[in-house]
Protein backbone atom coordinates (compact mmCIF):
# COMPACT_ATOMS: atom_id res chain seq x y z
CA UNK A 1 0.00 0.00 0.00
CA UNK A 2 1.52 3.67 -0.54
CA UNK A 3 0.33 6.34 1.35
CA UNK A 4 1.01 9.89 -0.20
CA UNK A 5 1.98 12.62 2.23
CA UNK A 6 2.37 16.31 1.57
CA UNK A 7 3.89 18.85 3.60
CA UNK A 8 3.04 21.99 3.81
CA UNK A 9 4.74 25.13 4.45
CA UNK A 10 3.86 27.91 5.73
CA UNK A 11 3.64 30.75 3.33
CA UNK A 12 2.86 28.38 0.29
CA UNK A 13 -0.17 28.89 -1.62
CA UNK A 14 -1.52 25.74 0.08
CA UNK A 15 -1.31 26.60 3.42
CA UNK A 16 -4.16 26.31 6.09
CA UNK A 17 -5.60 29.29 8.18
CA UNK A 18 -4.82 28.76 12.30
CA UNK A 19 -8.53 27.88 12.83
CA UNK A 20 -7.99 25.18 10.26
CA UNK A 21 -5.21 24.00 11.22
CA UNK A 22 -6.79 23.37 14.62
CA UNK A 23 -9.64 21.97 13.41
CA UNK A 24 -8.00 19.47 11.15
CA UNK A 25 -5.48 18.38 13.38
CA UNK A 26 -2.47 20.24 12.65
CA UNK A 27 0.62 19.15 14.69
CA UNK A 28 3.52 21.65 14.16
CA UNK A 29 5.94 18.83 14.96
CA UNK A 30 4.69 16.40 12.19
CA UNK A 31 2.85 18.35 10.61
CA UNK A 32 0.18 16.99 7.90
CA UNK A 33 1.19 13.60 7.98
CA UNK A 34 -0.02 13.03 11.50
CA UNK A 35 -3.88 13.80 10.32
CA UNK A 36 -3.53 11.63 7.32
CA UNK A 37 -2.11 8.82 8.92
CA UNK A 38 -5.14 9.00 11.76
CA UNK A 39 -7.45 8.81 9.08
CA UNK A 40 -5.82 5.84 7.17
CA UNK A 41 -5.93 3.95 10.33
CA UNK A 42 -9.47 4.54 10.79
CA UNK A 43 -10.18 3.59 7.50
CA UNK A 44 -8.31 0.58 7.66
CA UNK A 45 -10.01 -0.07 11.63
CA UNK A 46 -13.20 0.62 10.34
CA UNK A 47 -12.65 -1.78 6.90
CA UNK A 48 -11.34 -4.53 8.88
CA UNK A 49 -13.77 -4.25 11.16
CA UNK A 50 -16.63 -4.90 8.86
CA UNK A 51 -15.30 -7.65 7.23
CA UNK A 52 -14.59 -9.40 9.97
CA UNK A 53 -18.15 -8.80 11.41
CA UNK A 54 -19.34 -10.20 7.75
CA UNK A 55 -17.31 -13.51 7.60
CA UNK A 56 -18.66 -13.36 11.46
CA UNK A 57 -15.55 -13.83 13.08
CA UNK A 58 -15.98 -11.21 15.34
CA UNK A 59 -18.70 -11.11 18.50
CA UNK A 60 -21.11 -9.25 16.49
CA UNK A 61 -20.65 -10.76 13.19
CA UNK A 62 -20.82 -14.36 14.88
CA UNK A 63 -24.46 -13.87 16.37
CA UNK A 64 -26.16 -14.53 13.27
CA UNK A 65 -24.16 -18.00 12.17
CA UNK A 66 -26.10 -20.31 15.13
CA UNK A 67 -29.47 -18.82 14.42
CA UNK A 68 -28.71 -19.52 10.40
CA UNK A 69 -27.78 -22.83 11.43
CA UNK A 70 -30.66 -23.84 13.85
CA UNK A 71 -33.01 -22.75 10.98
CA UNK A 72 -31.22 -24.90 9.11
CA UNK A 73 -31.71 -27.78 11.50
CA UNK A 74 -35.47 -27.03 12.08
CA UNK A 75 -35.51 -27.22 8.42
CA UNK A 76 -34.01 -31.00 8.07
CA UNK A 77 -36.25 -31.91 11.30
CA UNK A 78 -39.66 -30.86 9.40
CA UNK A 79 -38.66 -33.02 6.48
CA UNK A 80 -37.91 -36.43 8.47
CA UNK A 81 -40.13 -35.67 11.10
CA UNK A 82 -43.52 -37.13 8.49
CA UNK A 83 -41.29 -40.19 7.38
CA UNK A 84 -43.56 -43.41 8.74
CA UNK A 85 -41.88 -46.46 10.56
CA UNK A 86 -41.60 -49.49 7.67
CA UNK A 87 -43.51 -51.59 10.72
CA UNK A 88 -45.30 -49.56 12.62
CA UNK A 89 -48.42 -47.27 11.53
CA UNK A 90 -46.50 -44.24 13.01
CA UNK A 91 -44.14 -41.77 11.77
CA UNK A 92 -40.50 -41.62 13.07
CA UNK A 93 -41.18 -38.26 15.34
CA UNK A 94 -44.10 -40.53 17.10
CA UNK A 95 -41.95 -43.41 17.56
CA UNK A 96 -38.64 -40.77 18.66
CA UNK A 97 -36.92 -42.05 16.15
CA UNK A 98 -36.19 -38.71 15.46
CA UNK A 99 -35.96 -35.58 17.15
CA UNK A 100 -34.80 -31.81 16.98
CA UNK A 101 -31.70 -32.68 18.65
CA UNK A 102 -30.74 -35.42 16.21
CA UNK A 103 -30.26 -32.86 13.56
CA UNK A 104 -27.07 -30.87 13.11
CA UNK A 105 -26.24 -28.63 9.99
CA UNK A 106 -22.35 -26.86 9.65
CA UNK A 107 -21.50 -24.58 7.76
CA UNK A 108 -19.06 -26.21 4.67
CA UNK A 109 -18.35 -23.03 2.84
CA UNK A 110 -20.81 -19.93 2.08
CA UNK A 111 -23.55 -22.03 -0.10
CA UNK A 112 -22.49 -26.16 1.20
CA UNK A 113 -24.11 -27.30 4.20
CA UNK A 114 -23.00 -30.29 6.23
CA UNK A 115 -26.38 -32.26 7.14
CA UNK A 116 -25.79 -34.80 10.36
CA UNK A 117 -28.74 -36.92 11.85
CA UNK A 118 -28.11 -39.02 14.56
CA UNK A 119 -31.66 -41.56 14.91
CA UNK A 120 -32.11 -43.83 17.62
CA UNK A 121 -34.05 -47.16 16.68
CA UNK A 122 -36.86 -47.97 18.98
CA UNK A 123 -34.88 -51.49 19.91
CA UNK A 124 -31.12 -52.32 20.39
CA UNK A 125 -31.60 -54.79 17.47
CA UNK A 126 -34.29 -53.65 15.43
CA UNK A 127 -34.36 -55.19 11.72
CA UNK A 128 -35.09 -52.14 9.97
CA UNK A 129 -32.61 -49.68 11.14
CA UNK A 130 -30.65 -50.12 7.87
CA UNK A 131 -34.10 -49.35 6.11
CA UNK A 132 -34.99 -46.36 8.02
CA UNK A 133 -31.20 -44.72 7.35
CA UNK A 134 -32.18 -45.17 3.86
CA UNK A 135 -35.49 -43.59 3.80
CA UNK A 136 -34.11 -40.63 5.86
CA UNK A 137 -31.30 -40.07 2.97
CA UNK A 138 -33.74 -40.79 0.30
CA UNK A 139 -36.47 -38.08 1.47
CA UNK A 140 -33.34 -35.67 2.37
CA UNK A 141 -31.61 -35.91 -0.97
CA UNK A 142 -35.35 -35.17 -2.76
CA UNK A 143 -36.33 -32.74 -0.84
CA UNK A 144 -33.67 -30.24 0.74
CA UNK A 145 -33.47 -27.19 -0.85
CA UNK A 146 -30.17 -26.07 -0.12
CA UNK A 147 -26.66 -28.25 -1.28
CA UNK A 148 -25.66 -30.44 1.11
CA UNK A 149 -23.41 -33.23 2.27
CA UNK A 150 -25.34 -35.99 4.55
CA UNK A 151 -24.03 -37.99 7.07
CA UNK A 152 -26.83 -40.36 8.85
CA UNK A 153 -26.05 -42.35 11.37
CA UNK A 154 -27.59 -44.63 14.44
CA UNK A 155 -27.08 -42.60 17.77
CA UNK A 156 -24.53 -44.40 19.89
CA UNK A 157 -24.74 -47.43 22.10
CA UNK A 158 -28.80 -47.41 20.65
CA UNK A 159 -28.26 -50.85 18.50
CA UNK A 160 -26.09 -54.18 18.51
CA UNK A 161 -24.83 -53.36 15.17
CA UNK A 162 -24.47 -49.48 14.45
CA UNK A 163 -20.96 -49.39 12.48
CA UNK A 164 -22.19 -51.55 10.41
CA UNK A 165 -25.08 -49.91 9.38
CA UNK A 166 -23.85 -46.68 9.40
CA UNK A 167 -21.43 -47.46 6.72
CA UNK A 168 -24.21 -49.31 4.68
CA UNK A 169 -26.20 -46.31 5.19
CA UNK A 170 -23.51 -43.74 3.94
CA UNK A 171 -21.84 -46.32 1.29
CA UNK A 172 -23.52 -44.25 -2.20
CA UNK A 173 -22.53 -47.52 -4.10
CA UNK A 174 -24.73 -49.72 -1.46
CA UNK A 175 -27.46 -46.54 -1.54
CA UNK A 176 -27.88 -46.88 -4.98
CA UNK A 177 -27.80 -50.91 -5.60
CA UNK A 178 -30.94 -50.85 -2.57
CA UNK A 179 -33.00 -48.32 -4.74
CA UNK A 180 -32.34 -50.74 -7.64
CA UNK A 181 -34.56 -53.40 -5.73
CA UNK A 182 -37.98 -52.75 -6.79
CA UNK A 183 -39.33 -54.32 -3.46
CA UNK A 184 -37.30 -52.27 -1.09
CA UNK A 185 -37.64 -49.13 -3.24
CA UNK A 186 -41.26 -49.27 -3.39
CA UNK A 187 -41.21 -49.77 0.83
CA UNK A 188 -39.12 -46.70 0.95
CA UNK A 189 -41.86 -44.85 -1.55
CA UNK A 190 -44.30 -45.59 1.02
CA UNK A 191 -42.28 -44.59 3.91
CA UNK A 192 -41.53 -41.47 2.31
CA UNK A 193 -44.51 -40.34 0.74
CA UNK A 194 -46.15 -37.00 2.99
CA UNK A 195 -49.25 -37.63 4.69
CA UNK A 196 -52.04 -36.01 3.46
Given at each position: ????????????????????????????????????????????????????????????????????????????????????????????EELEVVTESCVEVQEINEDDYLVIIKFTPTVPHCSLATLIGLCLRVKLQRCLPFKHKLEIYISEGTHSTEEDINKQINDKERVAAAMENPNLREIVEQCVLEPD
Open positions: MTLSVTLLRPGSSLSRSAAERRWLGWDSRQGWRNVRMERVSGLLSWTLSRVLWLSGFSEHGAAWQPRIMEEKALEVYDLIRTIRDPEKPNTL
